[in-house]
Structure formats: structure tokens, C-alpha cells
């Protein structure tokens, strides 16, 4: 990412990011969506006007945001050059049980390319966020916003000794 520094005007430039960039952005995002999504379930003060069954359609959207959370983490896995070996070993399964639950994760064969068209394309179709339509088609914008996602979560948290300052936790790893 490069910036320009003008009479203190700073212009960010979107990112242009690989297939394994893509892929680690698109653990954070879901990792984002999920937190903003069980937020909603932690004030009480609705409750009463919640319909028979909400907390269970509630908790069990969670669930399957947190499963694509699990399968993008195989990706984000396999794109760093993780073996099948240690996968299996997480899940307590064998390499061949591994590859058959979690093979159309491996989406290696787009590591070098493009990340918009190539890995995020792939990871646009089981975006997570129950809002149809918000996630981002560019990776790289899509970061940014993580950016400043993640500094409003921690400035929010001031005694937080976790709390990173950069102004760029995510795109800065990229």
C-alpha cells in the first residue's frame, strides 16, 4: 500500500492483493462479521419482543458463519503451505478424511493471482455476513475497512493491553 503526504493530506491507495492475501483477508472479515453479528446477542434490553425460536436462529447463523470461518482457515492454511498432515491432525482426522471434508478449500491454484478476481471471487460466494450484498468485491478496500474496523474495536477497549496501535493492523501484515 503506498500513500502520498501533501500539505498533511495522506491519499491511500487500494491495495492490490495476491490469492493468499485475498484468502487471509477473508478470515478477517469473517472473524469481523461474526463478532458485529454476536454483538446483537448481548443486550438483553429487546428481549422481550423477541419471537419464539429468535436465540436459536440467532445462535445458529453463528454457527454457520463460524463454520465458513473454519473452512476459510483450511484456505488461509493450505495458501501458507500448511501440509494436509497437520491439517488432518487438527480436525483429528486422517490426510484422506481431510482432504474429502475440506479439499474445495484448497484453492492454492490461485495463490499468485489476482486476489479480486481469482480467491476473493471464490470467497464471495459464501461471504458471511447475514447482509446480503455488503461484503466488498475488492480485497484490498475490503482490508482498509478491516483497518479501521478493528482500531474503532480497540479504541473502544482502552484498557485493553491486547489493543494494537497501529493505524494499519490489517493491511500492514498484508
Known sequence: MSSHNDDHMVLHVTPELDGRQAARVGV???????????????????????????????????RIMGLELLHRAVTVELMRGTAWETIADGFGLTVEQAKHQFGHCDLTHLADQNGRTGVWTVLAETCVSPVPGSCDPDPGRAAQQLDDWYRAYHDAQPGDPAAITSRHAVTAGL
Not at 461474526?34 to 425460536?53: C, E, F, K, L, R
Open 28 to 62: 478477517s472479515t469473517a472473524c469481523k462479521e461474526i463478532a458485529d453479528y454476536a454483538a446483537t446477542m448481548v443486550s438483553t434490553s429487546d428481549d422481550v419482543h423477541s419471537a419464539p425460536g429468535d436465540f436459536l436462529a440467532r445462535a445458529q447463523q453463528i
